[in-house]
């Protein structure tokens, strides 16, 4: 028995660390999709937000985030990490563990596992924010917004809901019913939220929208490199859904996460034709972009739930989201509020539906308990992220200048250009 915990316990393991590293490859996903859509003035500046955004985050979720989220952590704490116990401690754990668990399917793995899974979600969330502020944000303002959102927001957010806190001592959402699987709410309506809340205080950019109320298109400079950002986005998704089934090391688990994956891939091809359809029947071509942002929004629905539905609801759910998303990025342009990559649309209003799907297959979960958890979430990250940007923008300014903005932020904010044998007249 006790050779079989352990071997359970490194399948786990590895399991996990594997799942996180295919999420950590997102952040290459969000890179190469924000440098194709944005212009080319402006490529070094959004590459460098990502790379710098993911350093930040790895460390403040050391700081103090994964403290604040789960009531233990690294740095502040003092705790050490379980892999610098000898085998024979780690042995005893696993086998503890597992007694208490009855051996009925209790995770086991190593904190050192958990922690690097978790902190590869803080970065997915603040990624969320870095597109739909692009193109006229100051690089530094960005990163201190960062620090917060990544060493405070998110984990007190977290806490509330996959550690099953009380809501500031008032409720607890658990006990209304909330679940969030893998994280539409938790990560990416998060991010959406700090996004709209600095995209508000920012403004739109130069020659976005006309005086007559004109929507000017600025298109991006490399669409093959956002259709390869968006493939790097579904693939490291299976790692942010299958993962979230937090194990492997037996047949209902394995059966769990083949099942999770077959409908995360589901879900995007729904959510990419049903947006290629719309944008077919809206505008009369079959726009690329809005086809990237559906396969995004199908991922988006299905992750507050991959794992109870059937393949063909999952496609379903995968094709409201990239419906849905073409509205929302039309209907944000509209009023005006200027998101470059459709950012807020894809992780936030797809996000929303995510949470509401739930409960058409999984009877655990109720309505009630998906809204009250939705409004949570935004009011808390949209009301704190409101506040450090307002900060933010009245002490260092947040926003670039109109002739910085006009040659764009490659060279003002980094003194590099991403294609400096391009010629601009």
């Known amino acids: 028995m006790e050779q079989t915990l352990e071997l359970q316990y490194a399948l786990d393991t590895f399991y996990f660390l594997v799942c996180g590293a295919l999420v950590m490859w997102m952040a290459a996903g969000f890179a190469m999709l924000e440098a194709g859509l944005v212009r080319s003035k402006n490529t070094a500046e959004i590459l460098t937000k990502n790379v710098a955004l993911f350093a930040v985050s790895c460390i403040m979720y050391m700081v103090c985030g994964y403290a604040l989220m789960y009531g233990g952590g690294f740095l502040l704490s003092g705790i050490e990490l379980d892999g610098a116990a000898s085998a024979e401690e780690l042995t005893a754990t696993v086998v503890a563990e597992s007694i208490e668990a009855g051996f009925d399917g209790g995770s086991v793995y190593s904190n050192a596992s958990d922690f690097f899974f978790q902190v590869v979600f803080v970065a997915t969330a603040m990624s969320i924010v870095s597109g739909a502020v692009a193109e006229r944000m100051k690089l530094w303002a960005f990163l201190a917004f960062a620090v917060v959102m990544t060493g405070f927001i998110y984990p007190m957010e977290g806490s509330w809901t996959w550690n099953g806190a009380d809501v500031f001592g008032l409720f607890n959402l658990g006990d209304l019913g909330f679940s969030d699987f893998a994280g539409s709410g938790i990560v990416h309506l998060a991010g959406a939220s700090a996004a709209l809340a600095g995209v508000l205080l920012l403004g739109a950019r130069k ?47 394995a059966n769990a996460v083949a099942m999770v994956f ?91 539906l995510g949470l509401l799907l739930v409960p058409f297959t999984n009877p655990g979960v109720s309505f009630v308990g998906q809204i009250v958890g939705g409004l949570t979430i935004f009011v808390w990250v949209f009301v704190c992220s409101l506040i450090v940007w307002g900060i933010l923008k009245v002490s260092i300014g947040i926003r670039v200048s109109e002739e910085e903005e006009y040659d764009g932020v490659d060279t003002t904010e980094c003194g590099v250009e991403a294609y400096p044998e391009f010629i601009r007249t």
């Open 207 to 253: 020659g976005k929208y006309g005086s007559d109320g004109q929507i000017n298109a600025l298109p991006g400079a490399n669409l093959p490199l956002a259709t390869l950002g968006t493939f790097i986005l579904w693939m490291g998704w299976f790692g942010f859904n299958g993962g979230s089934v937090l194990k492997l090391g037996d047949v209902a688990s």
């Open 262 to 352: 077959l409908n995360t891939n589901t879900a995007a091809a729904g959510g990419a034709i049903a947006a290629l359809i719309t944008a077919k029947l809206l505008f009369g071509k079959a726009d690329l972009t809005m086809a990237l942002n559906g396969a995004l929004a199908g991922l988006v629905a299905i992750t507050a739930e991959p794992s109870t539905p059937t393949a063909f609801l999952a496609t379903l759910f995968g094709a409201l989201g990239g419906i849905l998303v073409v509205f929302s990025i039309t209907l944000l342009d509209r009023l005006k509020i200027d998101d470059p990559v459709g950012a807020i649309s894809v992780h936030g209003t797809c996000g929303v």
